[in-house]
T-cell receptor
Framework: GENVEQHPSTLSVQEGDSAVIKCTYS??????FPWYKQELGKGPQLIID?????GEKKDQRIAVTLNKTAKHFSLHITETQPEDSAVYFC????????????FGTGTRLQVTL | SQTIHQWPATLVQPVGSPLSLECTVE??????LYWYRQAAGRGLQLLFY??????ISSEVPQNLSASRPQDRQFILSSKKLLLSDSGFYLC????????????FGAGSRLTVL
């Protein structure tokens, strides 16, 4: 089955700096890669996703890059703000009715003033 | 639009007592439904998933069970809670067709004393 590794487990950046979270996956057939943000005491919320037919996707201050050859994808947050502080999860899945998301172990991002 | 409801939001139960957490989805039909557990500061562990009424798959052996009595209703139960059942329980849904984005509920925090 799929295995997703996520690094780092914790990340502290100063407000205004950039943050990068990296994930690797093992199943070369995976073709969908979402990122979730979980604020304290809440359910994870999808913030951005990418499918294997593109290499990069941007949405304002966040972007995701995908390298299918190397089987890794990354989340980039620019101009970080205190409200970006949360736990971020990456995930991977292949297409198919029986396919489920495999999640990384999460990264706790702390944006300091 | 689709919404997912999960209750109760918080629950404190003694060891050995029963448990029932309920999840319902509105605005869609025939969703895939999932129960995840998140221990304090940990990642997302898939407990059960269902592709239709009465169809339940268990990902890990444990003290919990799940049922899907209606198309958009998913229930997580236990006959006798253990201390180790404490955690944050998340219901989620997606669909095989369309964008197939996994959407989480707000979560239920269970403390077993």
């Amino acid at each position: 089955g799929e295995n997703v590794e996520q690094h780092p487990s914790t990340l502290s950046v100063q407000e205004g700096d950039s943050a990068v979270i990296k994930c690797t996956y093992s199943d070369s057939a995976s073709n969908y890669f979402p990122w979730y943000k979980q604020e304290l005491g809440k359910g994870p919320q999808l913030i951005i996703d990418i499918r294997s037919n593109v290499g990069e996707k941007k949405d304002q201050r966040i972007a995701v890059t995908l390298n299918k050859t190397a089987k890794h994808f990354s989340l980039h947050i620019t101009e970080t703000q205190p409200e970006d502080s949360a736990v971020y999860f990456c995930a991977a899945r292949r297409t198919g009715t029986a396919s489920k998301l495999t999640f990384g172990t999460g990264t706790r991002l702390q944006v300091t003033l | 639009s689709q919404t997912i409801h999960q209750w109760p939001a918080t629950l404190v139960q003694p060891v050995g007592s029963p448990l029932s957490l309920e999840c319902t989805v509105e605005g869609t039909s025939n969703p895939n439904l999932y129960w995840y557990r998140q221990a304090a500061g940990r990642g997302l562990q898939l407990l059960f998933y269902s592709v239709g009424i009465g169809q339940i798959s268990s990902e890990v052996p444990q003290n919990l069970s799940a049922s899907r009595p209606q198309d958009r209703q998913f229930i997580l139960s236990s006959k006798k809670l253990l201390l180790s059942d404490s955690g944050f329980y998340l219901c989620a849904w997606d669909r095989v067709t369309g964008a197939n984005v996994l959407t989480f509920g707000a979560g239920s925090r269970l403390t077993v004393l």
